[in-house]
């Protein structure tokens, strides 16, 4: 049991909070660092926290042809990257937000309201989630892990305030919903905390796990990684992880103990990961 965990308590529970990856475009290397995680760590619930799928092929904006994979080719994408996290941890509870990208299927249906009544076209049902038994939440919902710590994928339509930078967007959306938050959206890894009259407060943007050159963008300000948290009824702790690309080489240190991509990934023996050597 961690430090951590000995002080919330016995009824510490672990969660761990899967960011954007915009399926297709997902990086396999940085996905299997989480996989990893999740697989040595076992932890109670998991949260993908919006945008997992990517919904190029329907959005509004013009698209480049050599892209255009099919839609049924990025679903069947994320069912299989589902059916990989339930074996890497079969007894934890899963959760998926809708974020902006899964919006554009809503999007897609009003643009074409003589399809909107199918309730086969339905995002939960179109993702086949029921099916993966993951709970599946509207942009509307409010998606509590405790009393005190809320998740959303962190756009605009979900009550969050956006900046351009590192961590402001966690200050202005802590600033406006006045209460501790993780989120994605941003694609990247920053913390804001703050101490009012009701106690201490923090936002967590979360990264991202999508490829950091995408196509439309060059260089931009982004970050792999994923978060971890432990909380008990009203406590918790909030670790973000960052995932370091060092030549190919992916790999992430966790709770101490270091996690890397199944290609580098010999410290891994029989489910467990050993520390790096002291040097």
Same mark, same amino acid.
């Given at each position: 049991?961690?430090?951590?965990?000995?002080?919330?308590?016995?009824?510490?529970?672990?969660?761990?909070?899967?960011?954007?990856?915009?399926?297709?475009?997902?990086?396999?290397?940085?996905?299997?660092?989480?996989?990893?995680?999740?697989?040595?760590?076992?932890?109670?619930?998991?949260?993908?926290?919006?945008?997992?799928?990517?919904?190029?092929?329907?959005?509004?904006?013009?698209?480049?042809?050599?892209?255009?994979?099919?839609?049924?080719?990025?679903?069947?994408?994320?069912?299989?990257?589902?059916?990989?996290?339930?074996?890497?941890?079969?007894?934890?509870?899963?959760?998926?937000?809708?974020?902006?990208?899964?919006?554009?299927?809503?999007?897609?249906?009003?643009?074409?309201?003589? @399809?909107? *009544?199918?309730?086969?076209? !339905? &995002?939960?049902?179109? %993702?086949?989630?029921? #099916?993966? =038994?993951?709970?599946?939440?509207?942009?509307?919902?409010?998606?509590?892990?405790?009393?005190?710590?809320?998740?959303?994928?962190?756009?605009?339509?979900?009550?969050?305030?956006?900046?351009?930078?590192?961590?402001?967007?966690?200050?202005?959306?802590?600033?406006?919903?006045?209460?501790?938050?993780?989120?994605?959206?941003?694609?990247? @890894?920053? *913390?804001?905390?703050?101490? !009012? &009259?009701?106690?201490? %407060?923090?936002?967590? #943007?979360? =990264?991202?796990?999508?490829?950091?050159?995408?196509?439309?963008?060059?260089?931009?300000?982004?970050?792999?990684?994923?978060?971890?948290?432990?909380?008990?009824?009203?406590?918790?702790?909030?670790?973000?992880?960052?995932?370091?690309?060092?030549?190919?080489?992916?790999?992430?240190?966790?709770?101490?103990?270091?996690?890397?991509?199944?290609?580098?990934?010999?410290?891994?023996?029989?489910?467990?990961?050993?520390?790096?050597?002291?040097?």
């Amino acid at each position: 049991m961690s430090l951590e965990s000995k002080l919330l308590g016995t009824k510490t529970k672990h969660a761990v909070i899967i960011p954007d990856l915009h399926v297709p475009y997902q990086d396999e290397k940085a996905l299997q660092v989480v996989e990893n995680y999740i697989k040595d760590t076992q932890p109670d619930a998991i949260y993908q926290i919006g945008d997992m799928y990517d919904f190029y092929s329907i959005s509004r904006f013009d698209k480049d042809p050599s892209r255009l994979e099919t839609l049924q080719d990025e679903i069947d994408v994320g069912y299989d990257i589902w059916q990989r996290i339930k074996k890497a941890s079969p007894d934890s509870e899963l959760h998926h937000l809708t974020g902006n990208h899964e919006v554009r299927l809503k999007k897609y249906l009003w643009r074409h309201p003589e @399809l909107h *009544s199918l309730k086969a076209l !339905k &995002l939960d049902n179109v %993702l086949r989630l029921k #099916e993966l =038994g993951v709970n599946h939440y509207d942009v509307e919902d409010v998606v509590y892990i405790n009393k005190n710590l809320i998740v959303t994928h962190g756009a605009n339509d979900d009550g969050c305030k956006l900046s351009q930078y590192s961590g402001y967007s966690a200050k202005n959306t802590l600033d406006k919903t006045g209460i501790s938050g993780i989120s994605g959206h941003t694609h990247r @890894l920053a *913390s804001h905390f703050s101490r !009012k &009259l009701g106690g201490q %407060l923090e936002w967590h #943007e979360s =990264g991202c796990l999508c490829s950091l050159d995408p196509d439309y963008v060059k260089k931009p300000n982004w970050q792999q990684g994923f978060t971890r948290v432990l909380f008990n009824q009203k406590q918790f702790d909030i670790s973000l992880v960052k995932i370091h690309n060092f030549h190919g080489k992916y790999w992430a240190v966790a709770d101490g103990k270091v996690y890397k991509d199944n290609m580098h990934n010999k410290s891994v023996r029989n489910g467990k990961v050993s520390r790096p050597a002291n040097k």
